[in-house]
Every structure is written in structure tokens, then in C-alpha cells.
């Protein structure tokens, strides 16, 4: 069974931190990574997808890739209450098929 | 651009009943997903279409649910009979091609099973 694992959270994090968001995979062969934002009782909606190894940097959004670790992570700078939300962590394990974590509930404080 | 249309928004029925759900997927788009949603878990893949055929529906439970895809345009999800279980949100999403790319979701329908 290929899965997708994220912390539960609630992370907490102030206003203007850095708030880190964490996922591992289990198959090797996975080539495409995404992270969506989904804000209670709507849609997700993409923020970011990853190929390489290495950074992808898009405005305070910057997500990491390690697929020796099988490690995929969001960072996100400056942090606003807006910002408050469920990340989900999305792989493409190959096969033309996409799966998600559970997601990282996300809390922003004022 | 129109984004992934899909109705109804809400629907409530009592468990054994039938329901279908409809999906407009973003106009181009050959690949076409049916996820369900469960209250604090991420979006589980129930079906996956590649234009009008089947690339992945193993998560699909084929006794109750089936889903279709006419003209590799429009799709419905229909569940008979519903469990208690099955209570969830709907989501349809598209994407250009299945390789990889991004996927654009549709508001989804919340149904409730009672």
C-alpha cells in the first residue's frame, strides 16, 4: 500500500514565523510532489509542486525535496492569519496516480 | 477560465437510497478524478479517467458506486445503495494530462447520509 504521511497538527505558529510542514512517502518511484492549501469547507487549491530534488522557491512559499529521504517539505515565511488552513500533501506515485496525506491543519495566531 | 463545475452543492438522503452526483470538468482537460473526502482525512481517489476510459477505479466499491464518462466530457458518480459510511464530500477535479500535472478541483457536494 503506497502512502502518504503528514503531521495531524494543529501547528501553531505566530504572526510573521516560519511555519514548516512536513511529509514522507513510501514509494521510491514517486516523480511529482504537490502541496495543495484547503481552507475549511472548501476545495483544495495548488500552492506548489516539486519535481527535483533541491528548493522551489514561489514568493513566502518554498518547498524542499529529498527522495533519498523520501522527504518532502513546505515552508512557509512570514506566515499570515490567511495563511491558516489544512496543507495537504499530494504524490505522484507513478502510474499515473495521485495520492494524498491526510493533511497538516495549519493555525496561524495574530 | 470556467472551473470544474459540479452539482449538487448539498444532499441529504436516508441510507438505501440512490444519488448521483455531476461533474463539468475545466473545458481540455482529458483527465478527470472522483475523490471522497471524509471529514479530517485528505481526499481519497475513488476514480480516474483518462477521456472516457477507466485508468484507476480500484478504490471505487464497485457493488455500490459506478461512475461514468460520456464523450470524455462530463461525468457522474452515482452510489446505490447508500450507507451511513458514505457520508462524505464529492470531489471532482481535471487536469491536462494524468502525467503529473496539477489538478483543479470543483467545490465538491456534501452529502450526508442519514
Known amino acids: 500500500q503506497k502512502e502518504v504521511e503528514q503531521n495531524s497538527g494543529p501547528l501553531s505558529v505566530p504572526e510573521g514565523a516560519i511555519a514548516s510542514l512536513n511529509c514522507t512517502y513510501s514509494d521510491r518511484g514517486s516523480q511529482s510532489f504537490f502541496w495543495y492549501r484547503q481552507y475549511s469547507g472548501k476545495s483544495p487549491e495548488l500552492i506548489m509542486f516539486?519535481?527535483?530534488?533541491g528548493d522551489k522557491e514561489d514568493g513566502r512559499f518554498t518547498a524542499q525535496l529529498n527522495k533519498a529521504s523520501q522527504y518532502v517539505s513546505l515552508l512557509i515565511r512570514d506566515s499570515q492569519p490567511s495563511d491558516s488552513a489544512t496543507y495537504l500533501c499530494?504524490?505522484?506515485?507513478?502510474?499515473?496516480?495521485?495520492?494524498f496525506g491526510a493533511g497538516t491543519r495549519l493555525f496561524v495566531k495574530a | 477560465e470556467a472551473g470544474v463545475a459540479q452539482s449538487p452543492r448539498y444532499k441529504i438522503i436516508e441510507k438505501r437510497q440512490s444519488v448521483a452526483f455531476w461533474c463539468n470538468p475545466i473545458?481540455?482537460?482529458?483527465?478527470l478524478y472522483w475523490y471522497q473526502q471524509i471529514l479530517g482525512q485528505g481526499p481519497k481517489l475513488l476514480i480516474q479517467f483518462q477521456n472516457n476510459g477507466v485508468v484507476d477505479d480500484s478504490q471505487l466499491p464497485k457493488d455500490r458506486f459506478s461512475a461514468e464518462r460520456l464523450k470524455g466530457v462530463d461525468s457522474t458518480l452515482k452510489i446505490q445503495p447508500a450507507k451511513l459510511e458514505d457520508s462524505a464530500v464529492y470531489l471532482c477535479a481535471s487536469s491536462l494530462d494524468p502525467q503529473g500535472r496539477e489538478a483543479f478541483f470543483g467545490q465538491g457536494t456534501r452529502l450526508t447520509v442519514v
Open positions: 499530494a504524490v505522484d506515485t507513478g502510474g499515473f496516480k495521485t495520492i
Open positions: 516539486i519535481y527535483s530534488n
Open positions: 473545458s481540455g482537460h482529458a483527465t
